[in-house]
């Protein structure tokens, strides 16, 4: 005997468990389908409505819902509402059982009882699918014209429905739609621009088209509205009707949109609405919301734009969250139009960021990030990393990205640019984007000598406070190390006052070291740290012996690894450095790289064969392998070669171009000849042609920022581009070159000219003095020898000589080692390095070179780079 | 804290009464207070309906919950403004149940009788 439907629910209440609850419902249910399949019609409207019940509690349902049709179908009302409601909640639209309600729906659209009328037209506004609506409309249609305002607003909202399921029905019942408001009753006016606005939405050139006109209408019952007195039955709160004041008003955004003539229509009624109405309650503030919305979206004149965005400057300082909530996410839509309004309230929107609530701050940040300018970037930076602190984990790497691109594009100076980057990956590293770290390392490389000290100072102290888990940040500071390693040797003292005390070189390993033995490190963390222990040795290559063997000791450990990764590095690496070996070439410092190119290239990968990516910098650990900077003095071969293999593109070199974009997308479409013209600091003429007038200056250009051409930048004089070009007509003469550091070379034909070797200076600055000899053993031959001579006529010692040299490609060259890499002072002994040439264009051209000389002397590095061109003709 | 929730591309309105909390979905383009004041709209009809109405009236009438609701609302959209109409349309649906049920008593009284399970 099945129970009645209160006693269902008082035994579920009862329960005490969930398994006990579960046992009701099955018992219950196994008895629902027992009357179902013996058919027991007297108890089926109890049944489903237990089955309701079950539903909601959220058990399976499904054997009920045949149950509803045939319910539906029985003429008794009682049974027909309970019918209704099981199919609007047991089924949905995807049910295919649905299909066989559209007989019933239609003959209950069709019974003389409006109130079944009214059942039929509600379950088809809320279950409607498309055929039904197609099967249907027509009737409903026929409502819409009923001579009672119940069904017609019934019919109104199921109209909405069948039209929303299928849109191309809409021209045939737009006319209909628009008598529905004059209407007296609110409730069908409320249907009807419910209605409206839906059409708009699914269909906008018909639905504009047709009920623009209208929009006098509107404004007219909005007016009616305001000055109706009061009226208890739709009153809420004092005012009259805000339900239909706020769809008025959407329906008028959404009409008013584009659309002058409208827009000015609408003016009156707008400022009205916003003068006049009550903000004290939800109601009023509601109605203020939507008419603001309206304001800044149509047409609307100045003072009324004015007005608007003081109503939502006072919403922010209302103390209700709700209100500030609406008035925030309005301002996000707002700022593009008026931001210097929005600036206004900069405070307020800051306090926001601080508040309990999530959603608020939320839309706090939305509009923050939206807010940032160049005046109030340093304010508005600082709160965001405020708030990266206390953000929930799965924002941050959002916000690191988004407060990249602040920084980017608002910076004042490089030193805050570091300085932010820095504490963001303070406090959020191991949630940054890969990008954010390859910026980071850019900038902090791209940034002046002061700066790079300050921030591998600050990097250090950073690594060393952090207990292991900020990924992101231990990448970059050991990076930084690698490759900034000897500043940290100084003690610093940067602008804002904040000095750093010169670290042990000891004391710099045993960091990295320490990092790489915590739990937390990861493989990737290890992999750079062995690179940075590579190039310490080169970094720290002045210091005592000992640092340098222990980094060696350190690398060498890593060639027992498990990890295949770490084992290949340490064992390339450790040839790399043994003593005497190229490592100084292969690890010297990186050229720079533009931040913008570097984030350009690695938008566009990588073109070229194999080449190393730019935007990949922080994260290779290739110490600049590809496109060693200088000779390489094991490598062999030519230096040229080297940047062949990146498909003699300069994407094979880690450096980019330092400044035009131009010159990038031509190199990286360039022919052999644009890459050596680069490494002289000229803009090649494009292949095409077209001829380009070298300017003098380019010396900063860099050419196609070629690496080389990065190392050469000093120099001032364009000079000759190669044959292989194509010979546009206003090709650079063949200028002499003009070494601005050098004396004028002496003379090499003529002067001395009889000698078998002919010997110039090639370079004499700050007491060092390099001399060449060329030596040739058959005159014919296209090869011969360049001696190089270093002379220090200083009263210090010159020490961790380093000498480079770059070639153009019709020269092929060989360095030997050195002799030695100390120069004593005083003239007490010479160095002399042997470079091996062969000019293919012998005859032709003359022998050429750029050099790039480091050394260190009583203590201070010195970098000089020059050109010598004082090669005798014929060699 | 604010009523308001952003889950998914939607937004998700709330209002408590007592122990009971009101949740209603809308879309992101909404005009969420107006919301609130629908959900109140609902909330004050259920008072008038059940007088006082308090949580074990909406438990154990939950299908009259159900047709008030699709009195107030369609498909989302809002029916009427009007208690008065919403609550009165409600109380003659309800008069025609109980007529209704008097009427079936009446005539299936003999069917009760004979089919006893």
Redesign the interface.
């Known amino acids: 005997?099945s129970i009645k439907?209160?006693d269902l629910?008082r035994s579920v209440?009862s329960c005490k468990t969930a398994s006990e609850e579960r046992s009701v419902i099955s018992r219950e249910s196994a008895m629902i389908r027992t009357a179902i399949r013996e058919e027991?019609e007297?108890f089926r409207h109890r049944n489903v409505?237990k089955l309701?019940?079950m539903h909601?509690l959220g058990y399976a349902t499904h054997f009920g819902q045949l149950e509803c049709l045939k319910l539906i179908a029985s003429p008794?009302?009682?049974e027909k509402?309970?019918g209704y409601?099981g199919l609007?909640?047991l089924l949905s639209e995807e049910a295919d059982v649905l299909m066989l309600a559209t007989n019933s729906l239609k003959n209950d659209l069709n019974h003389s009882n409006q109130?079944i009328v009214?059942l039929a037209?509600?379950t088809i506004?809320?279950l409607a699918t498309p055929d039904m609506s197609r099967d249907l409309a027509t009737e409903v249609d026929k409502h819409l014209r009923s001579g009672s305002p119940?069904i017609r607003?019934?019919a109104a909202?199921?109209m909405?429905?069948c039209l929303t399921k299928c849109p191309d029905m809409v021209e045939d019942f737009v006319e209909r739609i628009v008598s529905l408001l004059k209407d007296r009753s609110?409730?069908v006016l409320?249907?009807a621009v419910?209605?409206m606005s839906?059409v708009c939405e699914i269909e906008p050139e018909v639905g504009k088209g047709s009920f623009v006109r209208l929009v006098p209408s509107l404004v007219r019952l909005l007016r009616n509205l305001l000055s109706m007195g009061y009226s208890p039955?739709?009153d809420?709160s004092g005012i009259s009707?805000?339900?239909?004041q706020?769809?008025l008003l959407?329906l008028m955004t959404v009409l008013g949109e584009g659309n002058e003539e409208a827009s000015e229509q609408m003016n009156d009624i707008l400022a009205q609405v916003a003068t006049n109405t009550e903000t004290a309650k939800?109601?009023g503030?509601?109605i203020l919301?939507?008419c603001v919305?309206c304001i800044m979206t149509v047409e609307s004149e100045e003072g009324l734009r004015v007005l608007a965005i003081n109503i939502l400057g006072r919403f922010l300082l209302n103390r209700d969250?709700?209100?500030?909530?609406?008035a925030l996410n309005t301002l996000g839509k707002v700022v593009l139009q008026d931001s210097a309004a929005v600036q206004r309230h900069r405070n307020t929107i800051v306090d926001c960021l601080k508040d309990?609530?999530v959603?608020?701050r939320?839309r706090a940040l939305d509009l923050i990030f939206k807010l940032v300018n160049l005046d109030n970037v340093e304010g508005l930076t600082a709160e965001l990393l405020n708030y990266l602190v206390v953000c929930q984990s799965e924002n941050k790497s959002d916000i690191c990205t988004r407060t990249l691109g602040v920084v980017d594009k608002f910076s004042p100076n490089e030193r805050w640019r570091v300085d932010t980057l820095i504490t963001l990956l303070t406090i959020a590293g191991k949630d940054c984007d890969d990008r954010v770290l390859s910026a980071s390392s850019t900038y902090i490389a791209s940034s002046k000598d002061g700066v790079k000290a300050y921030a591998v100072h600050k990097l250090v102290k950073a690594m060393r406070d952090d207990d292991g888990t900020q990924e992101g940040l231990l990448i970059v500071a050991i990076w930084c190390i690698g490759e900034f390693g000897d500043m940290l040797l100084n003690p610093h003292t940067s602008e804002n006052g904040v000095s750093y005390q010169a670290l042990e070189p000891l004391n710099v390993i045993s960091e990295v070291e320490g990092v790489t033995k915590q739990v937390t490190c990861t493989n990737a963390i290890r992999q750079r740290a062995l690179t940075c222990f590579a190039k310490l040795t080169v970094r720290f290559a002045h210091c005592d012996a000992g640092v340098v063997q222990k980094l060696r000791v350190l690398v060498n450990k890593f060639k027992a690894s498990i990890n295949l990764e770490l084992q290949i590095r340490a064992c390339e690496y450790s040839n790399l450095i043994v003593e005497g070996g190229s490592g100084k070439g292969s690890l010297a410092r990186m050229p720079v790289v533009d931040p913008k190119v570097a984030g350009k290239k690695s938008l566009r990968g990588s073109m070229s064969s194999g080449g190393i990516d730019a935007g990949a910098i922080a994260n290779s650990s290739i110490p600049g392998g590809g496109g060693a900077v200088g000779g390489g003095q094991d490598v062999g071969g030519d230096l040229l070669d080297l940047l062949d293999l990146g498909g003699g593109t300069p994407a094979a070199a880690p450096a980019a171009a330092p400044t035009t974009n131009q010159s990038a997308i031509q190199t990286a479409q360039s022919t052999d000849a644009d890459l050596l013209s680069d490494i002289f600091a000229a803009p090649m003429p494009t292949p095409s042609g077209a001829p380009t007038v070298v300017p003098p200056a380019m010396g900063g250009g860099g050419g196609g920022g070629d690496l080389l051409g990065d190392m050469f930048r000093g120099t001032p004089a364009p000079l000759a581009p190669v044959a292989q070009a194509p010979a546009p007509a206003a090709m650079p003469p063949q200028p002499p070159v003009v070494d601005m550091f050098a004396p004028q070379p002496v003379a090499p034909a003529g002067n001395g000219g009889t000698t078998a070797n002919p010997t110039f200076t090639a370079f004499s600055k700050d007491n060092l003095t390099i001399e060449f000899e060329t030596r040739k053993e058959d005159l014919s031959s296209q090869s011969c020898e360049v001696v190089a001579t270093f002379k220090n006529s200083g009263f210090a010692d010159m020490t961790g000589m380093n000498f480079q040299v770059a070639v153009p490609k019709y020269i092929t060259m060989e360095m030997l080692p050195p002799s030695g890499t100390t120069v004593p002072c005083n003239g007490g002994g010479n160095v002399s390095q042997v470079v091996k040439v062969t000019n293919t264009q012998m005859g032709t051209k003359k022998l050429m070179m750029k050099l790039k000389i480091s050394y260190t002397c009583a203590g201070a590095k010195v970098e000089e780079m020059a050109t010598a061109s004082g090669f005798p003709v014929g060699y | 804290?604010?009523?308001?929730?952003?889950w998914k591309d939607k937004k998700i309105v709330y209002k408590r009464y007592a122990s009971l909390f009101f949740v209603a979905c809308v879309n992101s383009d909404d005009?969420?207070?107006?919301t609130?004041?629908?959900i109140h709209?609902f909330v004050e009809i259920l008072d008038r309906y059940f007088g006082n109405v308090c949580e074990l009236d909406i438990?154990?009438n939950?299908?009259r919950a159900?047709?008030i609701l699709?009195e107030l609302m369609?498909?989302g959209?809002?029916?009427?403004?009007?208690?008065?109409?919403v609550l009165k349309?409600c109380s003659?649906?309800d008069d025609?149940?109980d007529d209704?049920?008097e009427i079936?008593a009446g005539g299936?009284g003999s069917?009760?009788n004979s089919?006893k399970?």
């Open positions: 005997m439907l209160r629910i209440r027991q007297q409505a309701l019940f909601m008794h009302f009682p509402r309970i409601l609007m909640l109130f009214g037209l509600c506004g809320n119940y607003k019934k909202l199921a909405a429905r609110h409730g409320i249907t419910q209605l839906c039955e739709h809420v009707d805000p339900f239909l706020v769809h959407r939800n109601a503030n509601a919301y939507e919305q969250n709700n209100i500030r909530y609406v309990p609530d959603s608020i939320t | 804290m604010c009523a308001f929730i952003e005009n969420e207070l107006i609130l004041e629908k709209l438990i154990f939950f299908h159900y047709h699709d369609i498909g959209y809002l029916q009427d403004t009007s208690k008065k109409e349309s003659t649906m025609m149940m209704e049920k079936g299936n069917r009760r089919s399970k």
